[in-house]
C-alpha cells in the first residue's frame, strides 16, 4: 500500500531560524514528489514538485531535496517568517497509467514564534 | 492569478440529509478532483473527473457519493444520505492536464468547505 510518513509531526522555531522537515515513501512506482503548504482552514498550495531525476528544487526561501534511492526528502525553510507557520504536506505521485491518485502524508505543523 | 473556487465556505446538516458541494475550477483546466480531510488527519482522494466521466475513483466514494459538471463551470459533488461520519473539509482541485509538463499537472486546490452533519 502507497504510504507518506512525515515528521516530525508538529515542530516550534523562533523567527529567522532555519529548519528542515522529512519525509519518507513507500509509493511505487514513483512519478513525482511534491511539498505543500497548507494555512489552517485552507487549500493546499503547492511549493515544490520533483521527478525521480531531480535531486533538489528551490523556491524562495524553500529548498527541498530528494533521494529516490533512499525515497526520502526533506523541505529546508530558511530564515523564517511568521507567515510561514502552516502545515507542511508531503505528496507523492504514482507512476501508473491512469492513475491520478495522490498519496498524501499527515502533515508538519510548523509554528514560527517571535 | 486564477484560483479554484467553492462554495458554501460551511454547511451544516442533518445526518440522512442530501448535501451538494460546489466548486468552480480555473477555467482552462479539464481535470477535476474532489479529495477530503477529517479533522486532524491527512488529505484524502475521493474521485478525479475529466471528460464529463469519473475517471478514478476511491474506495471512499461508495454509492452515496456523485459528481456531476453541470455546465462549463461548475463541478459538483453530491451525498446523497449524510453520515456523522462525513463532516470532513471537502476540497475541489483542477489541473490543466494529467501527466506531461510538470506545471500542467500541478493541481490547484480550492479552500474548501467544511461540512458538518449533526
Known amino acids: 500500500k502507497n504510504q507518506v510518513e512525515q515528521s516530525p509531526q508538529s515542530l516550534i522555531i523562533l523567527e529567522g531560524k532555519n529548519c528542515t522537515l522529512q519525509?519518507?515513501?513507500?509509493?511505487?512506482?514513483?512519478?513525482?514528489l511534491r511539498w505543500y503548504k497548507q494555512d489552517t482552514g485552507r487549500g493546499p498550495v503547492s511549493l515544490t514538485i520533483?521527478?525521480?531525476?531531480?535531486n533538489t528544487k528551490s523556491n524562495g526561501r524553500y529548498t527541498a531535496t530528494l533521494d529516490a534511492d533512499t525515497k526520502q526528502s526533506s523541505l529546508h525553510i530558511t530564515a523564517s517568517q511568521l507567515s510561514d507557520s502552516a502545515s507542511y504536506i508531503c505528496v507523492v505521485s504514482a507512476d501508473g497509467a491512469g492513475s491520478y491518485q495522490l498519496t498524501f502524508g499527515k502533515g508538519t505543523k510548523l509554528s514560527v514564534i517571535p | 492569478e486564477p484560483e479554484v473556487t467553492q462554495t458554501p465556505s460551511h454547511q451544516v446538516t442533518q445526518m440522512g440529509q442530501e448535501v451538494i458541494l460546489r466548486c468552480v475550477p480555473i477555467s482552462n483546466h479539464l481535470y477535476f478532483y474532489w479529495y477530503r480531510q477529517i479533522l486532524g488527519q491527512k488529505v484524502e482522494f475521493l474521485v478525479s473527473?475529466?471528460?464529463?466521466?469519473?475517471?478514478?475513483k476511491s474506495e471512499i466514494f461508495d454509492d452515496q457519493f456523485s459528481v456531476e459538471r453541470p455546465d462549463g463551470s461548475n463541478f459538483t459533488l453530491k451525498i446523497r444520505s449524510t453520515k456523522l461520519e462525513d463532516s470532513a473539509m471537502y476540497f475541489c482541485a483542477s489541473s490543466e492536464a494529467l501527466a506531461g509538463d510538470l506545471g500542467q499537472e500541478t493541481q490547484y486546490f480550492g479552500p474548501g468547505t467544511r461540512l458538518l452533519v449533526l
Open positions: 520533483m521527478t525521480f531525476s531531480e
Open positions: 519525509c519518507n515513501y513507500t509509493v511505487s512506482p514513483f512519478s513525482n
Open positions: 473527473f475529466y471528460n464529463n466521466e469519473i475517471s478514478e
